[in-house]
């Protein structure tokens, strides 16, 4: 079988940067996601820029500052200045009559801006997208006019075009400090409670990283990180892949349809 293995979140913080580094080096991780809105961006483009990774990026509306002029996007940010978080999204959702509240013309705004932000650090377009924590039909949209813009294909789009299996997760929601400091992710992988085994191919979406105290201020997702790290770097995991003869790939490895997009 094949199987796809992604980290999400490089450049939220250093220390996250730093674990996914780790988790590609010396790992199975074979793709990440960039945030570009960060103030740690600049330095994780520098970190990333002679890996050889699938390098895509993390559209991200609900963490940090914005990179688009925050005059042109008033709705989707709070009084200072810091994007709405993903909570507060879906709480301003169920008070809309549409229950999708985002404005499309912002959102593309800032799209766009954090494509273009991707391009200007890293020297290249982003080999995919992929939606942060918070999705509507509007941020879909978006997504799909950026696809075409940018002729990039979108995670998850293509990862069903190619008929791909998505390993079942170990996050929940909410997921408190107590639950991930219980979760184990290495056991979760290696014993398939994933249900992936058996598929032509499959994809596994976890979060490596180290923690930094910047990190506790943009998400809810801290102490798992170093749980999906050690899994992705644990000879257990290198050792369930080689057994049940899995090949390890990348959205590079994946058709991509503009028109699905």
Same mark, same amino acid.
């Given at each position: 079988?094949?199987?796809?293995?992604?980290?999400?979140?490089?450049?939220?913080?250093?220390?996250?940067?730093?674990?996914?580094?780790?988790?590609?080096?010396?790992?199975?991780?074979?793709?990440?996601?960039?945030?570009?809105?960060?103030?740690?961006?600049?330095?994780?483009?520098?970190?990333?820029?002679?890996?050889?990774?699938?390098?895509?990026?993390?559209?991200?509306?609900?963490?940090?500052?914005?990179?688009?002029?925050?005059?042109?996007?008033?709705?989707?940010?709070?009084?200072?200045?810091?994007?709405?978080?993903?909570? #507060?999204?879906?709480?301003?959702?169920?008070?809309?009559?549409?229950?999708?509240?985002?404005?499309?013309?912002?959102?593309?705004?800032?799209?766009?801006? #954090?494509?273009?932000?991707?391009?200007?650090?890293?020297?290249?377009?982003?080999?995919?997208?992929?939606?942060?924590?918070?999705?509507?039909?509007?941020?879909?949209?978006?997504?799909?006019?950026?696809?075409?813009?940018?002729?990039?294909?979108?995670?998850?789009?293509?990862?069903?075009?190619? #008929?791909?299996?998505?390993?079942?997760?170990?996050?929940?929601?909410?997921?408190?400090?107590?639950?991930?400091?219980?979760?184990?992710?290495?056991?979760?992988?290696?014993?398939?409670?994933?249900?992936?085994?058996?598929?032509?191919?499959?994809?596994?979406?976890?979060?490596?990283?180290?923690?930094?105290?910047?990190?506790?201020?943009?998400?809810?997702?801290?102490?798992?990180?170093?749980?999906?790290?050690?899994?992705?770097?644990?000879?257990?995991?290198?050792?369930?892949?080689?057994?049940?003869?899995?090949?390890?790939?990348?959205?590079?490895?994946?058709?991509?349809?503009?028109?699905?997009?």
């Amino acid at each position: 079988m094949k199987l796809l293995i992604q980290s999400d979140d490089y450049g939220i913080t250093e220390a996250v940067s730093c674990g996914i580094i780790k988790a590609i080096t010396e790992g199975v991780v074979r793709c990440t996601g960039m945030f570009t809105n960060m103030p740690s961006s600049k330095k994780a483009a520098e970190m990333i820029k002679d890996i050889d990774v699938c390098l895509g990026i993390d559209i991200n509306f609900v963490a940090g500052k914005p990179v688009a002029d925050p005059k042109l996007i008033p709705s989707m940010i709070r009084s200072d200045g810091f994007f709405y978080d993903s909570r #507060q999204r879906r709480q301003l959702d169920k008070e809309c009559e549409s229950h999708d509240h985002v404005n499309y013309e912002e959102a593309l705004i800032e799209g766009r801006a #954090q494509v273009e932000r991707f391009i200007e650090l890293n020297g290249k377009k982003p080999e995919y997208l992929h939606g942060h924590a918070y999705g509507s039909p509007t941020t879909a949209k978006v997504m799909e006019t950026l696809s075409k813009e940018y002729n990039i294909g979108i995670s998850h789009t293509m990862l069903d075009a190619n #008929q791909a299996k998505m390993a079942k997760s170990w996050y929940t929601v909410p997921f408190t400090l107590e639950q991930q400091m219980a979760c184990n992710t290495k056991e979760f992988l290696t014993h398939d409670k994933g249900e992936i085994l058996g598929s032509e191919i499959a994809a596994i979406i976890s979060h490596c990283g180290y923690i930094d105290a910047p990190l506790f201020d943009v998400t809810s997702f801290t102490v798992i990180r170093t749980k999906d790290l050690e899994a992705m770097t644990s000879p257990e995991m290198k050792q369930w892949i080689k057994e049940n003869n899995i090949e390890l790939i990348s959205y590079r490895d994946l058709d991509f349809n503009p028109a699905l997009s």
